[in-house]
C-alpha cells in the first residue's frame, strides 16, 4: 500500500485479534507507532483487547498512558490542576525523569505549581535518588512558600532519606512544628543508608510525642534492627504491632523478622518463626534465608532454603 493510515493498521491489528493472536496485534501497535501513526479510539480499544489476550499488563498501560498524553496533548486550557494529574501519573508509574521534564514545560507556560505538583515530582525523585532534581524542587518550594505544607515537606523528608542525604532530611523534620505520620514513615531511608540508630532514635521521638505508629513505619523500625543485629528489640517491636498498636501484620514485616533473625544466625529461631506463621511458601522469606546462609556459611540450611525458594 502506498499509504498506510491509521485505518488500515486497525484492520490489520483487528484481523489478528479476531484470529486470537494478542502478541502480534501488539506488535503491529508498536510498529505503527514506529512509524509516527497515531492512534484513534478503535486502534487502542482493539490493542487493549490484544494485551489481555497475551496477559501483557505493561504495554496495555502504556496504551492508557498513550491515550492520557494525546488527550492531555490536544487541551487548549492546561490548568495546574490537569499538569499535576500527568506529573504525579509519571512519578507514580515509575517514569520520573518525565514527571521532572513536564513541571519544566508547565512553568515555561507559565503555569505555577501548586503543594500537590510539586509532592508528587518528589516522589519521582526519591525512587531514581535524584537529589540535584529534588533540591531544586526544594528551592522552588521554599521560594513559593510551600515548604510548610505536609505534602511537600513530607515528601522533601522522604526524598533527602531515601537519596542518602540524612542531614538535610533531619534539618526539616527538626523544623517542622507538626509532625505527621507521612514524615515518619522515612525511618525506612535512615536504615537504607545506614543510620539505624537515627532511625530507632526518630521511632522513640515519634513515640514521645503521641503519633502513632502504622504499618509502614514498623517495616522502617524493624529494617533498621536487622541490620543493627537488635534481635530482642526486633522482637518487641514485630509484637507490639498488632499487641499494642492493632496493626495486622503484613508479608514485609514477617521478612523483616526473618531477616532480623537470620542476619543474626538464629536459624533454629528462623525455622521455629517461619512453621508458626505459617510462611513456609513465601519466597522471599527463603531468599532472605538463603543469603544469610551463605553469609554464616551454614551449608546445610542453605540448601533447604534453597529447594523451598525453588
Known amino acids: 500500500m502506498p499509504e498506510q493510515d491509521v485505518v488500515s493498521w486497525t484492520a490489520l491489528i483487528q484481523g489478528f485479534v479476531a484470529q486470537r493472536n494478542g502478541r502480534q496485534g501488539v506488535d503491529l501497535f508498536c510498529e505503527m507507532r514506529k512509524k509516527g501513526i497515531s492512534p484513534n479510539e478503535f486502534t487502542v480499544a482493539t490493542s487493549l483487547k490484544a494485551c489481555s489476550m497475551c496477559w501483557d499488563i ?18 487548549i486550557n492546561r490548568d495546574v490542576f490537569t499538569w499535576t494529574v500527568m506529573i504525579t501519573g509519571f512519578a507514580q508509574t515509575e517514569k520520573e525523569e518525565k514527571a521532572i521534564k513536564f513541571l519544566n514545560s508547565m512553568q515555561q507556560e507559565g503555569v505555577r505549581p501548586n503543594e500537590f505538583t510539586i509532592a508528587g515530582c518528589l516522589g519521582g525523585c526519591s525512587r531514581i535518588t535524584a537529589s540535584e532534581s529534588g533540591r531544586q524542587l526544594h528551592s522552588m518550594a521554599l521560594k513559593s512558600g510551600l515548604l510548610p505544607d505536609m505534602f511537600v515537606s513530607g515528601a522533601l523528608v522522604d526524598m533527602y532519606a ?23 514513615n522515612t525511618i525506612r531511608g535512615f536504615s537504607l543508608h545506614g543510620q ?35 534481635v530482642e528489640e526486633g522482637k518487641q517491636h514485630f509484637n507490639s504491632l498488632s499487641n499494642v498498636y492493632g496493626v495486622t501484620p503484613r508479608d514485609e514485616h514477617y521478612v523483616c523478622m526473618v531477616d532480623i533473625l537470620s542476619h543474626a544466625g538464629r536459624f533454629a529461631d528462623v525455622e521455629s518463626f517461619v512453621e508458626a ?33 525453588i
Not at 58 to 75: P, R, T
Open 58 to 75: 505493561s504495554f496495555g498501560k502504556q496504551v492508557h498512558a498513550e491515550v492520557i498524553k494525546e488527550v492531555f496533548a490536544k487541551l
Open 162 to 184: 531515601k537519596c542518602g542525604c540524612i542531614e538535610d532530611a533531619e534539618t526539616i523534620l527538626k523544623e517542622l512544628v507538626r509532625h505527621d505520620k507521612v514524615l515518619w
Open 277 to 309: 506463621m505459617k510462611l513456609t511458601s513465601n519466597a522471599l522469606v527463603w531468599e532472605n534465608v538463603l543469603g544469610a546462609c551463605a553469609k554464616h556459611r551454614n551449608v546445610k540450611f542453605g540448601e533447604r532454603a534453597a529447594k523451598k525458594a
Open 196 to 230: 539505624g540508630d537515627k532511625a530507632l532514635e526518630t521511632f522513640q521521638k515519634m513515640k514521645d510525642e503521641g503519633n502513632l505508629p502504622d504499618d509502614v513505619t514498623f517495616i522502617g523500625v524493624l529494617f533498621a534492627c536487622s541490620h543493627m543485629d537488635l
